[in-house]
């Protein structure tokens, strides 16, 4: 598989598409609107730019990787894609309604993927006429430096799909893969939403302060980044729909979102990319 679609240019979906120009794969990225598309291509830029500075790749390389990556409005270009892989919001309906417009414009074999962190896969699976060629790859942000992609077959992917993505990403994107069974939040979640969810509760009881408790993280258990830190990195909006998604699936207590994350969600305050969560930036 060398010919690649990436559907959405935000920060997975640009992530997503920069290691697979990186590794030397024909891409491109679908987004609903020229300046979405355009601003997609900045973000990869910006961080090639980064990996330049850091001497993780050369400028011809970075200038190479840019030369194999397009951006595009027009699911017409996704036509010669071998495999197509979905980074959109995290609404079911809209993944549906992607999956069903992806499945008349591409091949026959073509392999559609999503990188959903939290909705089964197969209920976009069953939104194409493939579900078998349909499989769940969730990358892990920030895309270019984290190792791990989950690999999600649904009760009726085949294996020969699941062998080519894993192949794919073990072979040629260099990361290691897992394969997971189609449970909310796959392997990854299920154990960091509960606990990113804790921290909130162990802040909003006034148990202990967000510095301590990521303080506590870091130096205990040797993590990068302490767990209220990671939620704004990753967005209070993306934790709260995984943890809504996680609730849904088990109806545990302990899995349900805290109501201090549904508040500053409310609020508008969404983390390091509307400048305020549990920190000012
Ligand atoms: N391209 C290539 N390499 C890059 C890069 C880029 N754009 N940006 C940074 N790097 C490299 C750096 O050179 C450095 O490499 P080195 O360790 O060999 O020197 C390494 O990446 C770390 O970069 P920095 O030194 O700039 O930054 P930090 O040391 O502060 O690390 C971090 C940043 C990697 C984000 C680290 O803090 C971390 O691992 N945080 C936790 C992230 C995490 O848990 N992510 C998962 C979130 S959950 C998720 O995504 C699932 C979703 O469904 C919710």
Do not use: W
């Not at 679908?30 to 979405?36: H, R």
């Not at 990854?188 to 993280?217: F, H, K, T, W």
């Not at 088990?250 to 508008?268: C, K, N, Q, Y």
């Amino acid at each position: 598989m060398q010919k690649i679609g990436v559907i959405g240019g935000g920060t997975m979906g640009a992530g997503i598409a920069e290691v697979c120009a990186k590794a030397g794969s024909d891409v491109v990225i679908l987004e609903v609107k020229q300046e979405y598309a355009d601003a997609a291509r900045q973000r990869v830029e910006k961080s090639l730019a980064k990996a330049v500075a850091k001497n993780k790749l050369s400028q011809d390389d970075a200038d190479a990787t840019l030369g194999r990556l397009r951006v595009t409005t027009d699911y017409a270009d996704l036509g010669d894609r071998e495999l197509v892989i979905e980074a959109a919001p995290e609404i079911e309906s809209l993944k549906q309604e992607i999956f069903t417009q992806l499945d008349a414009v591409v091949g026959d074999d073509t392999i559609l993927a999503t990188n959903t962190s939290s909705i089964p896969v197969i209920k976009v699976a069953t939104a194409t006429k493939r579900p078998e060629r349909v499989v769940g790859v969730h990358f892990f942000n920030p895309v270019p430096v984290m190792p791990l992609v989950e690999i999600i077959s649904t009760l009726v992917t085949n294996d020969e799909t699941a062998d080519a993505v894993t192949s794919y990403v073990r072979d040629t994107l260099g990361k290691t893969a897992v394969r997971a069974g189609d449970r909310s939040g796959f392997i990854v979640n299920a154990l960091l939403i509960p606990y990113l969810c804790q921290a909130i509760r162990m802040l909003d009881s006034g148990y202990a302060s967000a510095e301590d408790i990521d303080a506590a993280m870091k130096g205990g258990c040797g993590y990068p980044m302490g767990p209220l830190t990671l939620i704004d990195t990753i967005g209070l909006d993306i934790t709260l729909a995984a943890a809504e998604s996680l609730y849904a699936e088990f109806a545990e207590p302990h899995l349900a979102p805290p109501a201090l994350l549904r508040r500053m969600v409310d609020a508008g305050q969404l983390g390091r990319k509307s400048g305020r969560g549990f920190y000012s930036y």
